[in-house]
């Protein structure tokens, strides 16, 4: 028997309708790429995403097409994921910092009809039109005031097509499985994957995120979305701002410590979210200035681990509260939240502030579960190490168009490629990606746990550990250590250093410096890099074992 | 195209489930039917409520059987919510406040196949046994110790039921639309009509209701839910309480000020859900025994309208902050929350509490609609009156067995019955049911707000104002007025109290004191008896109108 509750799909046009009607004078204040802080508000945005739609009708465009951005975050911004998701198209996040090859892939891959793209990524596009034929548009997101024909051939005008444009349109109306979004994972191996929200999962998602234990945002708050909407949604904040009809700063291309600073104060921000790098470089700005934080009370960290020095910086130098938070594209990206338990809010501020770096913990909708190599359930105890699987209403159930294949396992859950625990507050802590875990004797030993207290010593400027083949143990750690400016080091210092801090039996068996270890685009260390380096490297222990196996 | 995420139902099994996993040792204290205090966890509520599946399974019970709850706010309640949602069937909440007549007709409407009772419900249930003849089986919800078999001929006892079964059972794998739970409305005229929830909508409302404009409840919350479960759904709390792992405080039969008051304490309640009655009543106890509330922060009050007394005595003399809320039975139930604004937030207090009083405004997830006769759109000025109609994923589509006919109107929307008006901040403000409203030349006149402001009159104990049959106005308010013992006064005092707090053409055309102003089931004004009994009433006004006409 069914319930007789009424059918209202959950289609995210209803998001920014929302906004209209409850919110409609709240604000939305961007710093534009043309310059200046410009203000909208929701009704505005609305209006225009309407108009936007028509727009697209009139170039073609029909329900499930691919659309694309390669923006900043801005209004504008906003309005394209509204304009084109309101009409049943699906909006396609580019993300700029890809090199072009990737994008060209990545946009034929997605078969994008027209790219909305910021002054700033044109002339990549323009370099390389040739090799995106099936775009049959580009529309430069500015006024008529900053189009440059002869340099811009071809192209069309944001402000020109909106004005050209009703408002009057058909929103909505489709079955809530549709898909409205797709963002393509970096994808350090292989060919990027797209991920294909649909309005559904993305409206679940916002709602999610919406709990106080979440993201928490109200209709008071001011946001400073600095995540950028073409990684990972901006954690969903374009949806659930509008949805709560909070005020969004949008920062634009300026990211810089002075840049968002100002936009904080001005605008007298009380919530934002962003990687540990745009913090870091904050942080550095204000004590170099002298500068304050007088209306900011929360950040949401996530992307990459969180370092303690910027909790406590935020904490202690700032009066602002830090959450942890982790999730990927797949996921829509939100997966833990470190929101504290009471059992957390009784700990002493020490014991708060380090369980705190921890991942978090999973809110209703999503589905965590640690698992040993044969895929049987693991204890949370906090100290087994397991690969974590997701599910979820959110989580992806395969990428576009079947790459990669089947990606869920019997039960239905997505392999993070993460390896984590879990503690009995039900705190996930990721301690290694699944493809850099040393394999030592059917154990496994987090590179990442290794690195950072080796990053300790004062002599080290960065650290990483491979796992190189022992015949005997399978793997064992071997510890890179790039050396400060005009340090020397021997081994044994680095080997005494660790002792005491991490388990016997995960002491590198080596300790190599090296002159170089390469990062990747996203600023984490590129380990796929390291091991090519290393491939004939071996194991001082591997000849010894060799030698008397 | 439709998007690639999981599918993964929205299925209430799936928010026990997280609760056992996630907060498996967050405590459900009870104050017992049996007496003491009794605490358990949400893995213990898990593990027994699936054991309750596999007991209803013996009973006979398949997938879509409605079972009955008569019972209070304790563990067990919740244990059968889930037991008998997460094997496929309906869980039945009876409301003990009805006549045994509509007990009975509403268990044979639905036809309740098996009857979960608390002790003190029990002889209701055996005199009128004979008049249920679908219920196959009744069961105590005790324990054998106290279960009389004597006075209990054919009844079950539901510690032995649970201790017979298993926990091992399939749970939840059904459409997310599958009927969940069934809650007939009061009805003040013609029999109960039955709203039937879905799995979906009540994830959904879980969901929406997290919110932290909304309830915003956290893990580190401890939560009395006073709100019955057999009312309304107690707000949702047996659902978003499991949802974010808080621990919940049930009070059982004992809703007086000190036994709500000696939970609030002895367990460190930091949030309450109830009805303005109780709240009054605790307050009485408070000034009595100087009590104080040491731990609570808030409380969220409906079900009728906030009295402003209430909410300056929390707000002054507790420190605890109160949220006024506004919902249905049809709602499931929450429709609007006065969760402040930024503009609210930034008022002074004085007018803050003042804009607190209306009933406020509606998450993502709630549509309102604000119309006139003709049911076009009026503006949200705050001022306008208009019907008040709703829209949403978890509002009634149709009654069960398809009482009442067709319920929504051609855009889907469901007409609460109330008269409301909606201001410039989207804060919605109840004036009056549509069928007590003053139609009086086209314009409609607030009955509520006549009464209030004459309630404040020194002399009057009870006020009631209704319309009556005028030759050229077609309605005129006429009020009445119950005294307080040993007072008289004249209708000019009454008029001239009046005078400056209401629109001029809103003043009664006259002033009638009677001796009694009879009250319904749920305490509030009976304006149908009132109507009755003046109906052969004429007004001076009618009267010289005639003359004159």
Same mark, same amino acid.
């Given at each position: 028997m069914l319930g007789l509750m009424q059918d209202w799909p959950l289609t995210c046009d209803r998001i920014v +309708?929302?906004?209209?009607?409850?919110?409609?004078?709240?604000?939305?204040?961007?710093?534009?790429?043309? %310059?200046?802080?410009v203000r909208t508000t929701y009704a505005?945005? @609305? #209006? $225009?995403?309407?108009?936007?739609?028509?727009?697209? !009708? %009139?170039?073609?465009?029909?329900?499930?097409?691919r659309v694309a951005t390669l923006a900043w975050n801005t209004a504008r911004h906003i309005e394209c994921w509204y304009g084109v998701m309101g009409m049943g198209a699906v909006c396609h996040t580019l993300n700029p910092r890809l090199f072009a090859e990737q994008l060209c892939y990545i946009i034929n891959h997605a078969d994008d009809r027209v790219i909305f793209t910021d002054l700033? /990524?044109?002339?990549?596009?323009?370099?390389?039109?040739?090799?995106?034929?099936?775009?049959?548009?580009?529309?430069?997101?500015?006024?008529?005031?900053?189009?440059?024909?002869?340099?811009m051939p071809g192209t069309l005008c944001y402000e020109s097509l909106l004005a050209?444009?009703?408002?009057?349109? &058909?929103?909505?109306?489709?079955?809530?499985?549709?898909?409205?979004?797709?963002?393509?994972?970096? =994808?350090?191996?292989?060919?990027? !994957?797209?991920v294909l929200y649909s309005h559904r999962s993305s409206f679940l998602h916002t709602l999610v995120t919406m709990g106080r234990d979440v993201m928490g945002i109200v209709e008071a708050d001011t946001v400073l979305a600095v995540v950028p909407m073409f990684h990972a949604n901006a954690w969903g904040l374009a949806y659930s701002c509008a949805a709560v009809g909070a005020k969004l700063v949008m920062p634009g291309q300026k990211l810089d410590g002075a840049s968002i600073h100002e936009l904080l104060e001005s605008e007298a921000v009380t919530f934002s979210a962003a990687v540990p790098t745009v913090w870091q470089t904050l942080l550095i700005?204000? $004590? #170099?200035?002298?500068? !304050?934080?007088?209306? *900011?009370?929360?950040? &949401?960290?996530? %992307?990459?681990?969180v370092p303690?020095?910027?909790?406590?910086?935020?904490?202690?130098?700032f009066g602002v509260t830090v959450a942890h938070a982790w999730g990927m594209t797949e996921m829509s990206p939100l997966g833990t939240m470190a929101a504290p338990t009471a059992d957390i809010a009784a700990m002493d501020p020490e014991a708060q502030l380090r369980i705190g770096l921890k991942q978090g913990r999973p809110p209703l909708g999503v589905e965590l579960k640690l698992v040993d190599a044969a895929g049987l359930p693991l204890p949370h105890d906090g100290a087994t190490f397991g690969r974590l699987l997701v599910? =979820?209403?959110?989580?992806?159930?395969?990428?576009?168009? =079947?790459?990669?294949?089947?990606? *869920?396992?019997?039960?239905?859950?997505?392999?993070?490629?993460?390896?984590?625990?879990?503690?009995? @507050?039900?705190?996930?802590?990721?301690? +290694? $990606?699944?493809?850099?875990?040393?394999k030592s004797g059917g154990e496994w030993i987090s590179t990442i746990e290794i690195e950072n207290i080796a990053l300790g010593h004062p002599k080290a400027l960065l650290t990483a550990v491979i796992g190189a083949a022992h015949p005997k143990w399978d793997e064992r750690p071997v510890l890179l250590v790039k050396l400060k400016p005009g340090e020397t080091a021997a081994k044994e210092e680095f080997l005494a250093f660790l002792e005491g801090k991490i388990a016997k039996w995960w002491t590198p068996d080596d300790v190599? /410096?090296?002159? +170089?270890?390469?990062?990747?685009?996203? =600023?984490?260390?590129?380990?796929?890099?390291?091991?090519?380096?290393? !491939?004939?490297?071996?194991l001082p222990t591997a000849r010894s074992a060799a030698a008397t196996g």
């Open positions: +309708d929302h906004a209209k009607t409850w919110h409609g004078r709240r604000e939305i204040v961007s710093r534009s790429v043309e %310059g200046p802080v505005q945005v @609305h #209006e $225009r995403a309407r108009r936007l739609s028509n727009a697209l !009708k %009139g170039l073609g465009i029909k329900p499930g097409d700033t /990524f044109l002339p990549v596009l323009l370099q390389h039109r040739a090799n995106m034929p099936g775009v049959k548009h580009i529309v430069v997101m500015t006024d008529p005031a900053h189009m440059d024909r002869a340099a050209e444009n009703s408002a009057d349109c &058909v929103w909505g109306g489709f079955d809530e499985n549709t898909a409205a979004a797709l963002c393509y994972t970096s =994808g350090t191996t292989g060919n990027p !994957k797209g700005h204000l $004590r #170099e200035t002298g500068g !304050k934080l007088t209306t *900011l009370k929360r950040v &949401v960290i996530g %992307g990459s681990a303690e020095a910027i909790v406590r910086a935020f904490r202690d130098e599910r =979820g209403p959110s989580v992806a159930g395969a990428y576009f168009k =079947g790459d990669g294949g089947d990606i *869920l396992d019997a039960e239905g859950y997505f392999d993070t490629g993460d390896i984590a625990t879990i503690d009995s @507050h039900g705190y996930m802590q990721i301690t +290694d $990606r699944a493809k850099d875990v040393v190599v /410096f090296v002159d +170089d270890i390469p990062l990747g685009a996203t =600023g984490k260390i590129d380990k796929k890099l390291i091991r090519e380096r290393m !491939k004939d490297y071996v």
